[in-house]
């Protein structure tokens, strides 16, 4: 048996031993018992410490579920504040401008979820997908990261012709949510 210890920043202690995982916060342990775990991740938001954990199950067709969960720390006990069920596969996270981005594939196209915490609640501010993985540059330098979602598909023909996406889309924080920022052909989305 080998245990693995990690620290996850300042809210928790995980400690796995095989599938089993246990996170204790302030002394006080919760059990992620899970065969089934694929991620977990910290997210701190100002004031606001979360543990966020992804596992999957197989229904009764042998077809996969994924479930995202954010927990809440809240100085003696973890709560949870938001629970997510797909058929799409869990791809990964990222952080945003403190905000939570998470990545899934279903089918040919990723879809993409962001979540910001609004007075105590966690709240979806984001809602996109593409056959592309996004892109998150600060377009405009204030400081602020745009999410940029392309349309196409990069193809290679027979005769060696590489076919590009067409347009972006970017998406600029509104201070609430996403919203569209522009359009503009894919080959210019870095352009001011």
């Not at 998150?136 to 979602?149: K, P, R």
């Amino acid at each position: 048996m080998i245990k693995l210890f990690c620290e996850v920043a300042t809210i928790a202690t995980l400690t796995v031993i095989g599938s089993q995982v246990q996170a204790q916060s302030n002394g006080i342990g919760m059990d992620f018992t899970d065969s089934n775990l694929i991620a977990m991740e910290p997210w701190m938001l100002g004031s606001h410490d979360f543990l966020c954990k992804v596992s999957s199950s197989v229904d009764s067709e042998g077809l996969a579920d994924y479930e995202l969960v954010i927990y809440k720390d809240s100085n003696d006990h973890f709560v949870k504040v938001l629970k997510y069920e797909t058929i799409d596969a869990f791809v990964g996270f990222s952080n945003v401008d403190g905000r939570l981005l998470v990545i899934w594939m279903g089918g040919s196209a990723f879809h993409f979820k962001a979540y910001d915490v609004v007075g105590q609640e966690v709240d979806l501010v984001f809602d996109g997908g593409s056959h592309n993985l996004p892109e998150i540059a600060d377009l405009d330098n204030d400081g602020t990261m745009e999410i940029l979602i392309s349309e196409g598909a990069f193809l290679e023909s027979e005769g060696k012709t590489f076919q590009y996406p067409e347009t972006t889309t970017v998406y600029k924080w509104s201070g609430s949510d996403y919203k569209v920022f522009r359009e503009i052909e894919w080959k210019n989305r870095f352009c001011k």
